[in-house]
Antibody
């Protein structure tokens, strides 16, 4: 069945870079787009970006300068890298293909 | 960027009530709108795609409608398990955007 699973560090220091991996199964990255979405504690959903089936990317305007999404189709993995993290980047980070979602990974930015 | 405005942000309703949640886009999004339900502590769940396509396994009391800039999620007869926050999401043009959410609680 379809699964998406996020992995990465739970704690990141301010000003450092966040690296997350989304490992998918049950579908092909070359036929499906994968999005990253985040949710600060107690707040709403924020769309971060997408990597489409053809490999093109698009990003949230407010995060574009700090964010990069890439993939390794041979490993069925999608990657998120975001630099210059601040406390307001503390959130649950989800990868999703919209009709299927990962469980999310909580990332706390703190010294 | 396209802004998505949801109203009301909080709604209290009784079991059996008909509930409507609104989502307004800042420009025409050509029905490219999804609705998600998120229960406390859970990942969001896709309820409806492309304005009115009910996803497999979603109860038929949920329906979606709308066009251009104005969209509605309707629950025909509210059930206790529908207590959740509901988000609209436009994917007509990038960057894609979510509404701020509408929290539905039982009266």
């Amino acid at each position: 069945q379809v699964q998406l699973k996020e992995s990465g560090p739970g704690l990141v220091q301010p000003s450092e870079t966040l690296s997350l991996t989304c490992t998918v199964s049950g579908f092909s990255l070359t036929s499906n787009s994968v999005h990253w979405v985040r949710q600060p504690p107690g707040k709403g959903l924020e769309w971060m970006g997408i990597i489409r089936s053809g490999g093109s990317t698009d990003y949230n305007s407010g995060l574009k300068s700090r964010l990069s999404i890439s993939r390794d189709t041979s490993k069925s993995q999608v990657f998120l890298k975001m630099n210059s993290l601040q406390t307001e980047d503390t959130a649950i980070y989800y990868c999703t293909r919209m009709r299927d979602w990962g469980q999310g990974v909580m990332v706390t930015v703190s010294s | 960027d396209i802004q998505m405005t949801q109203s009301p942000s909080l709604l209290s309703a009784s079991v059996g009530d008909r509930v409507t949640l609104n989502c307004k886009a800042s420009q025409n999004i050509n029905k490219n709108l999804n609705w998600f339900q998120q229960k406390l502590g859970e990942s969001p769940k896709l309820l409806i795609s492309y304005t009115n396509n009910l996803q497999t396994g979603i109860p038929s009391r949920f329906s979606g409608s709308g066009s251009a800039t104005d969209y509605i999620l309707t629950i025909s007869s509210l059930q206790p398990e529908d207590v959740a926050t509901y988000f609209c999401f436009q994917y007509n043009s990038g960057p894609y955007t979510f509404g701020a959410g509408a929290t539905l609680e039982l009266k």
